[in-house]
Protein backbone atom coordinates (compact mmCIF):
# COMPACT_ATOMS: atom_id res chain seq x y z
CA UNK A 1 0.00 0.00 0.00
CA UNK A 2 1.67 3.39 -1.00
CA UNK A 3 1.52 6.15 1.42
CA UNK A 4 2.60 9.79 1.29
CA UNK A 5 3.10 11.95 4.35
CA UNK A 6 3.50 15.60 4.58
CA UNK A 7 5.65 17.62 7.25
CA UNK A 8 7.02 20.51 7.47
CA UNK A 9 5.82 24.09 9.86
CA UNK A 10 2.65 24.48 9.93
CA UNK A 11 3.00 28.50 9.98
CA UNK A 12 5.77 30.33 8.39
CA UNK A 13 6.57 34.25 8.60
CA UNK A 14 5.94 36.13 5.18
CA UNK A 15 9.21 37.42 3.52
CA UNK A 16 10.55 33.53 4.48
CA UNK A 17 10.57 30.11 3.19
CA UNK A 18 8.30 27.39 3.49
CA UNK A 19 9.85 24.08 3.27
CA UNK A 20 7.85 20.60 3.24
CA UNK A 21 8.82 16.80 3.16
CA UNK A 22 7.06 14.27 1.87
CA UNK A 23 7.56 11.19 2.89
CA UNK A 24 7.46 8.22 0.50
CA UNK A 25 6.36 4.38 1.49
CA UNK A 26 5.65 1.41 -0.23
CA UNK A 27 7.16 2.55 -3.62
CA UNK A 28 10.80 3.49 -4.25
CA UNK A 29 11.06 7.25 -4.71
CA UNK A 30 13.38 5.98 -8.24
CA UNK A 31 10.40 4.51 -9.51
CA UNK A 32 8.47 5.33 -12.66
CA UNK A 33 6.13 7.77 -11.05
CA UNK A 34 6.54 11.75 -10.89
CA UNK A 35 6.27 13.21 -7.79
CA UNK A 36 4.01 15.90 -7.05
CA UNK A 37 3.02 18.66 -5.30
CA UNK A 38 -0.54 20.58 -5.22
CA UNK A 39 -2.50 22.93 -2.81
CA UNK A 40 -6.00 23.74 -1.89
CA UNK A 41 -7.59 27.29 -0.81
CA UNK A 42 -11.11 28.19 -0.66
CA UNK A 43 -10.78 31.14 -2.86
CA UNK A 44 -8.50 29.63 -5.75
CA UNK A 45 -9.71 25.68 -4.91
CA UNK A 46 -7.00 23.17 -5.91
CA UNK A 47 -3.67 24.10 -7.77
CA UNK A 48 -0.96 22.28 -9.16
CA UNK A 49 2.37 22.76 -7.85
CA UNK A 50 5.12 21.22 -9.78
CA UNK A 51 6.46 17.77 -10.22
CA UNK A 52 10.00 16.17 -9.78
CA UNK A 53 11.09 12.97 -11.05
CA UNK A 54 13.73 10.52 -9.47
CA UNK A 55 16.10 11.89 -12.20
CA UNK A 56 16.03 15.80 -11.16
CA UNK A 57 13.71 16.54 -13.82
CA UNK A 58 10.74 19.13 -12.80
CA UNK A 59 8.16 21.27 -13.88
CA UNK A 60 6.21 23.99 -12.58
CA UNK A 61 3.23 25.92 -12.24
CA UNK A 62 5.07 29.24 -14.35
CA UNK A 63 3.21 31.57 -11.62
CA UNK A 64 5.62 30.03 -8.84
CA UNK A 65 9.04 29.89 -11.09
CA UNK A 66 11.79 31.53 -9.44
CA UNK A 67 10.53 30.77 -5.77
CA UNK A 68 9.80 27.33 -6.00
CA UNK A 69 12.52 24.15 -5.42
CA UNK A 70 11.91 20.66 -5.81
CA UNK A 71 13.95 17.92 -4.19
CA UNK A 72 14.18 14.20 -4.18
CA UNK A 73 16.10 12.47 -1.15
CA UNK A 74 16.84 8.99 -2.48
CA UNK A 75 18.22 7.22 1.02
CA UNK A 76 15.07 8.80 2.86
CA UNK A 77 12.84 8.15 -0.13
CA UNK A 78 11.37 11.57 0.20
CA UNK A 79 11.10 14.54 -1.89
CA UNK A 80 10.43 18.22 -0.48
CA UNK A 81 9.20 21.07 -1.69
CA UNK A 82 10.59 24.92 -0.95
CA UNK A 83 8.98 28.05 -1.69
CA UNK A 84 10.76 31.20 -1.02
CA UNK A 85 9.28 34.64 -0.56
CA UNK A 86 6.24 33.76 1.10
CA UNK A 87 3.22 35.98 1.01
CA UNK A 88 -0.16 35.37 3.00
CA UNK A 89 -1.30 34.21 -0.70
CA UNK A 90 0.33 31.23 -0.12
CA UNK A 91 -1.57 30.20 2.92
CA UNK A 92 -3.18 26.84 2.02
CA UNK A 93 -3.67 22.90 2.73
CA UNK A 94 -0.20 21.88 0.28
CA UNK A 95 -0.76 18.12 -0.85
CA UNK A 96 2.28 16.19 -1.92
CA UNK A 97 0.84 12.89 -3.98
CA UNK A 98 1.98 10.19 -6.70
CA UNK A 99 0.85 10.41 -10.60
CA UNK A 100 0.12 7.28 -12.72
CA UNK A 101 2.62 6.31 -14.79
CA UNK A 102 2.26 8.24 -17.95
CA UNK A 103 2.29 11.57 -15.61
CA UNK A 104 -0.19 14.24 -14.63
CA UNK A 105 -2.85 12.55 -12.96
CA UNK A 106 -2.70 11.79 -9.26
CA UNK A 107 -3.56 8.58 -7.61
CA UNK A 108 -1.94 8.48 -4.02
CA UNK A 109 -1.94 11.40 -2.11
CA UNK A 110 -0.70 12.83 1.77
CA UNK A 111 -3.50 13.75 4.08
CA UNK A 112 -2.23 17.47 3.43
CA UNK A 113 -1.03 20.02 5.63
CA UNK A 114 -2.39 23.33 6.42
CA UNK A 115 0.84 26.20 6.08
CA UNK A 116 -0.34 29.53 7.03
CA UNK A 117 1.87 32.23 5.94
CA UNK A 118 1.68 34.92 8.90
CA UNK A 119 2.66 38.72 8.81
CA UNK B 1 -2.95 27.61 -19.63
CA UNK B 2 -5.83 25.21 -19.97
CA UNK B 3 -8.71 26.36 -18.04
CA UNK B 4 -10.97 23.79 -16.74
CA UNK B 5 -14.81 25.16 -16.33
CA UNK B 6 -17.35 22.80 -14.31
CA UNK B 7 -21.12 22.83 -14.20
CA UNK B 8 -23.43 23.03 -12.19
CA UNK B 9 -21.44 24.40 -9.55
CA UNK B 10 -24.00 22.30 -7.45
CA UNK B 11 -26.18 19.84 -7.91
CA UNK B 12 -28.92 18.83 -5.63
CA UNK B 13 -29.71 15.30 -6.03
CA UNK B 14 -31.21 12.13 -3.64
CA UNK B 15 -30.11 9.03 -3.08
CA UNK B 16 -30.46 6.52 -5.82
CA UNK B 17 -30.67 9.24 -8.48
CA UNK B 18 -28.12 10.47 -11.62
CA UNK B 19 -25.48 12.76 -11.41
CA UNK B 20 -24.27 14.25 -14.38
CA UNK B 21 -21.11 16.58 -14.39
CA UNK B 22 -19.38 18.04 -17.07
CA UNK B 23 -16.31 19.83 -17.14
CA UNK B 24 -15.51 21.56 -20.33
CA UNK B 25 -11.55 22.63 -21.66
CA UNK B 26 -10.83 25.85 -22.92
CA UNK B 27 -8.17 23.83 -25.50
CA UNK B 28 -8.36 20.15 -26.67
CA UNK B 29 -6.75 17.86 -23.96
CA UNK B 30 -7.34 14.87 -25.96
CA UNK B 31 -8.22 12.41 -23.74
CA UNK B 32 -6.07 12.98 -20.83
CA UNK B 33 -8.39 14.14 -18.26
CA UNK B 34 -9.40 12.78 -14.96
CA UNK B 35 -11.58 13.19 -12.33
CA UNK B 36 -11.57 12.85 -8.27
CA UNK B 37 -14.07 12.75 -5.47
CA UNK B 38 -13.02 14.76 -2.10
CA UNK B 39 -14.99 14.80 0.84
CA UNK B 40 -14.77 17.31 3.71
CA UNK B 41 -10.92 17.31 5.43
CA UNK B 42 -9.81 14.74 3.25
CA UNK B 43 -7.58 14.63 0.10
CA UNK B 44 -8.98 13.98 -3.20
CA UNK B 45 -9.29 10.48 -4.52
CA UNK B 46 -8.68 9.83 -8.43
CA UNK B 47 -12.08 8.12 -9.33
CA UNK B 48 -11.29 8.08 -13.64
CA UNK B 49 -8.26 8.59 -15.49
CA UNK B 50 -7.81 9.41 -18.99
CA UNK B 51 -11.34 10.19 -19.57
CA UNK B 52 -13.47 6.63 -19.29
CA UNK B 53 -10.54 4.46 -16.78
CA UNK B 54 -11.77 3.81 -13.65
CA UNK B 55 -8.96 4.22 -10.84
CA UNK B 56 -8.64 0.90 -9.02
CA UNK B 57 -11.16 -0.31 -6.52
CA UNK B 58 -13.69 2.63 -8.41
CA UNK B 59 -17.12 1.00 -8.19
CA UNK B 60 -19.35 0.59 -11.61
CA UNK B 61 -21.15 3.54 -10.80
CA UNK B 62 -19.07 5.91 -11.72
CA UNK B 63 -17.94 6.40 -15.37
CA UNK B 64 -16.66 9.12 -17.84
CA UNK B 65 -16.97 10.40 -21.34
CA UNK B 66 -15.53 12.98 -23.26
CA UNK B 67 -12.81 13.36 -25.32
CA UNK B 68 -10.84 17.14 -26.76
CA UNK B 69 -12.84 19.61 -24.92
CA UNK B 70 -15.76 18.28 -23.61
CA UNK B 71 -15.96 15.67 -20.90
CA UNK B 72 -18.67 14.13 -18.50
CA UNK B 73 -18.89 12.27 -14.93
CA UNK B 74 -21.66 10.29 -14.19
CA UNK B 75 -22.85 8.76 -11.26
CA UNK B 76 -25.47 6.52 -12.28
CA UNK B 77 -27.44 5.64 -9.12
CA UNK B 78 -26.40 8.34 -5.80
CA UNK B 79 -24.91 6.24 -2.78
CA UNK B 80 -25.19 8.06 0.66
CA UNK B 81 -21.25 8.19 0.45
CA UNK B 82 -21.22 10.08 -2.97
CA UNK B 83 -21.85 13.53 -1.71
CA UNK B 84 -18.76 15.16 -2.09
CA UNK B 85 -17.32 17.53 -4.05
CA UNK B 86 -15.86 16.08 -7.30
CA UNK B 87 -12.77 17.75 -9.81
CA UNK B 88 -11.60 17.52 -13.15
CA UNK B 89 -8.13 17.59 -13.70
CA UNK B 90 -6.49 17.70 -17.13
CA UNK B 91 -2.65 15.88 -17.65
CA UNK B 92 -2.51 16.80 -21.34
CA UNK B 93 -0.36 19.72 -21.13
CA UNK B 94 1.68 21.94 -18.72
CA UNK B 95 1.14 23.22 -16.01
CA UNK B 96 -1.96 20.75 -14.88
CA UNK B 97 -4.73 22.02 -14.08
CA UNK B 98 -8.07 21.65 -12.08
CA UNK B 99 -11.59 22.84 -12.47
CA UNK B 100 -13.60 24.71 -9.99
CA UNK B 101 -15.59 21.50 -8.65
CA UNK B 102 -19.14 20.42 -8.74
CA UNK B 103 -20.98 20.31 -5.02
CA UNK B 104 -22.89 17.12 -5.35
CA UNK B 105 -25.19 17.84 -2.22
CA UNK B 106 -28.01 15.59 -0.58
CA UNK B 107 -31.71 16.98 -1.65
Known amino acids: QVQLQESGPGLVKSSGTLSLTCAVSGDSISSSHWWNWVRQTPEKGLEWIGE???????NFVPSLKGRITLSVDKPQNQFSLKLSSVTAADTAVYYC????????????WGQGILVTVSS | EIVLTQSPATLSLSPGERATLSCRASQSVGSYLGWYQQKPGQAPRLLIYDASNRATGIPARFSGSGSGTDFTLTISSLEPEDFAVYYC?????????FGQGTKVERK
Open chain 1, 52 to 58: IFHSGST
Open chain 2, 89 to 97: QQRGTWPRT
Open chain 1, 97 to 108: ARALLGGGLLDY
